[in-house]
């Protein structure tokens, strides 16, 4: 089983990079919302030109230009990841408290029963899916322990891209 310590850094590196990554998509949607409602300000102002038969080929120029911005403006904001709240810093703590108590609990004969359904609570549900090669199961966790564990294998395998645009942690298990 996972040390107390490894569980608290896997977690602690996931909740920085994945705050991190939210906190850089929101200022990029607010500097597009921004920069659209200048772009839509400009748009009308030069509508109201051609309204007020002021219109230039260079003005439908512009006006076709920022049309073109609008329509990149909205296309960035409609494919943005669905915003997330942050995870809170503390989280690592109290998992890693959490581990700390069940691996204790579980090297205890008396308290090993207890232990074992502590853990189970910490589990969703297991699917169980045939693997690669014959007799392979893989074993896929639902719930806060198969968090645990992908936090764990994402610290080892650690690339800060690789959590853009996560959302749901889960676990594999082969």
Not at 32 to 44: F, G, N, P, S
Not at 109 to 129: H, S, V
């Amino acid at each position: 089983m996972m040390t107390a310590e490894v569980a608290a850094e896997a977690i602690r590196t996931y909740v920085e990079e994945s705050n991190r990554i939210n906190h850089q998509r929101r200022a990029s949607e607010i500097a597009d919302r921004t920069e659209l409602q200048k772009v839509l300000k400009a748009i009308k102002g030069l509508v109201t030109l051609a309204k007020a038969g002021k219109g230039t080929r260079a003005l439908v120029d512009e006006l076709l230009e920022l049309e073109a911005q609008e329509d990149a403006i909205r296309a960035r904001l409609a494919a943005a990841p669905a915003d997330v709240p942050d995870i809170h810093p503390n989280i690592s703590e109290i998992y890693r408290r959490k581990v700390e108590r069940l691996t204790h609990a579980l090297s205890q004969p008396e308290e090993r029963q207890e232990a074992a359904d502590a853990l189970r609570a910490l589990i969703e549900r297991i699917e169980l899916t045939p693997g690669a090669k014959r007799g392979e199961v893989n074993a896929m966790l639902y719930g806060e322990f198969g968090r645990i564990l992908e936090w764990i294998e994402r610290k080892r395998c650690f690339q800060p891209t690789a959590l853009h645009g996560m959302r749901s942690p889960t676990l594999f298990a082969g």
